[in-house]
């Protein structure tokens, strides 16, 4: 906003009173409007946003009786010609030099006024200085806040995804003052940060860093009569309940980031995000290698000898026919495709399979006679004798 455009500014108008409106009569209307066009009962339209910003600039110059005063008479100082630039030009239909000459910016050397800033050293430069450079960055959108929360989901659950209510308790406007922190709806702008919320200071060398405004802690506004729901803070804890997709595939201990999910933003700004650790309780058969299911088949010892074909079980789905091989070791692990979790593209990893050769308690009967016939057709042979080879040699 250039200097002109602001000495055209009327504040009297933007709030819809007299020239000589009394100071109850200026906060009454304020309060009015300030009400009527707050962004968080206009989510989603700028034009009431900028109208807050208006109203909230013209309640600022307005309700200060000296920046009042001074305002006035700047007014009616152009209103009248009271200024002649180069050529002739007068008055804010016609000006001919820049009016920043006047607040603040006139070159080395001073003016008729002899001060820092030129024409109006320090008295209607310094205010006017000020509020040129607050520019139109008040009271704009906040993000809300993050939220983290956790859920437990089931083996299957975790292997196919699930929807899931999710309860979650987090930082929202405040309904009792409608987000403004004020009983009255009508916070003023911060005088501290002009409403951005953050405040500069130098950090040496030139640079700057930017810090939230500790005096309204951010928020770039500050409550006149503080509400006592919030404390003047125009956000209080909220609960809710929502439904939560949990994508297939997900592992213990991951984290999801669900955007938008989060805590509602201020005046219009956006929601943050929604951070969901998972928590997947054991599964009493399967288990979890990545992509790929495991599950532990017990076998017996003539199956693993002599070859057989074997029923698996599989997660949700029906069983699966393996082939063992003759002389199927213990501990060998077989694969069965496209039956384990699910990836990312939609496929489905593998179930491997591992061979537990199971060894019967007690032998008897047949079964006893069997395996006597058996050890002393095989009495020659020795498992272990590579095995103390080895151990001689190393």
Known sequence: ??????????????????????????????RKLARENHPDANKGNPKAEERFKEISEANDVLSDPKRRKEYDEARTLFANGGFRGPGGATGPGGFGFDLGDLFGGAPSGGGAGGGAGGGFGGGLGDV???????????????????????????????????????????????????????????????????GTGQVSRGAGGGFSLTDPCAECKGRGLIAQDPC???????????????????????????RIRLRGKGAPGERGGPAGDLYVVV?????????????????????????????????????????????????????????????????????????????????????GGKA???????????????????????AKGA
């Open 1 to 30: 906003m250039s200097t002109k455009d602001f000495i055209e500014k009327d504040y009297y108008k933007v709030l819809g009173v007299p020239k000589d409106a009394t100071e109850a009569e200026i906060k009454k209307a304020y």
């Open 128 to 194: 006017f200085g000020g509020l040129f450079n607050r520019g139109t960055t008040r009271t704009q959108p906040r993000r809300g806040q993050d939220v983290e929360s956790e859920v437990t989901l089931s083996f299957t659950e975790a292997v196919d995804g699930a929807t899931v209510p999710l309860r979650m308790s987090s930082q929202a406007p405040c309904k009792r003052c409608s987000g403004t922190g004020d009983k009255n709806g009508t916070p003023r702008v911060c005088p501290t940060c002009v």
């Open 228 to 254: 006592d729901e919030c404390k003047g803070s125009g956000r209080a804890r909220s609960s809710r309940t929502m439904q939560v997709r949990i994508p297939a595939g997900v592992s213990d201990g991951q």
């Open 279 to 363: 928590h997947v309780k054991p599964h009493p058969v399967f288990g979890r290698r990545g992509d790929n299911l495991t599950v532990t088949v017990p076998v017996t010892f003539p199956e693993a000898a002599l070859g057989a074909e074997i029923k698996v079980p599989t997660l949700g789905g029906p069983a699966v026919t393996l082939k063992l091989p003759p002389g199927t070791p213990n501990g060998r692990t077989m694969r069965a495709r496209g039956k384990g979790a699910v990836r990312k593209d939609g496929t489905r990893g593998d179930l491997l399979v591992t061979v537990e050769v199971v060894v019967p308690p007690t032998v």
């Open 368 to 390: 006893l006679d069997a395996l006597e016939s058996y050890r002393e057709a095989t009495a020659g042979t020795d498992p272990r004798a590579e095995l103390f080879k080895a």
